[in-house]
Nanobody, 121 residues
Framework: QVQLVESGGGLVQAGGSLRLSCAASETGFSINAMGWHRQAPGKQRELVASITSGGTTNYSDSVKGRFTISRDNAGNTGYLQMNSLKPEDTAVYYC???????????????WGQGTQVTVSS
């Protein structure tokens, strides 16, 4: 069965940048709406960025002006560009997306496996 696969996490110094990617594990799928969530130790999972099927974006106050959510032109891969990273951004990041098989009508919701982002002070 198709899965969402995340990549791009890692260790970075404060002030640095990372770009997270989220893509279907099989060809022939497109992303509709998408969101990025994060969960730090001892805290609840937090929605930090989202994009609607029409391209409207929203961000939490903690990341606004620093993070950018996007999809590639073909709609095959979603991204979270993270700039000016702070130690408080350290968390496991999860993508959540509606996927549609090309040639079919219905979207189904999937979660990525999570990727660790660690920002050193």
């Amino acid at each position: 069965q198709v899965q969402l696969v995340e990549s791009g996490g890692g260790l970075v110094q404060a002030g640095g940048s990372l770009r997270l990617s989220c893509a279907a594990s099989e060809t022939g799928f497109s992303i509709n709406a998408m969101g990025w969530h994060r969960q730090a130790p001892g805290k609840q999972r937090e929605l930090v960025a989202s994009i609607t099927s029409g391209g409207t974006t929203n961000y939490s106050d903690s990341v606004k002006g620093r993070f950018t959510i996007s999809r590639d032109n073909a709609g095959n891969t979603g991204y979270l560009q993270m700039n000016s990273l702070k130690p408080e951004d350290t968390a496991v990041y999860y993508c959540n997306a509606d996927l549609k098989r090309v040639g079919f009508l219905r979207f189904y919701n999937y979660w990525g496996q999570g990727t660790q982002v660690t920002v050193s002070s």
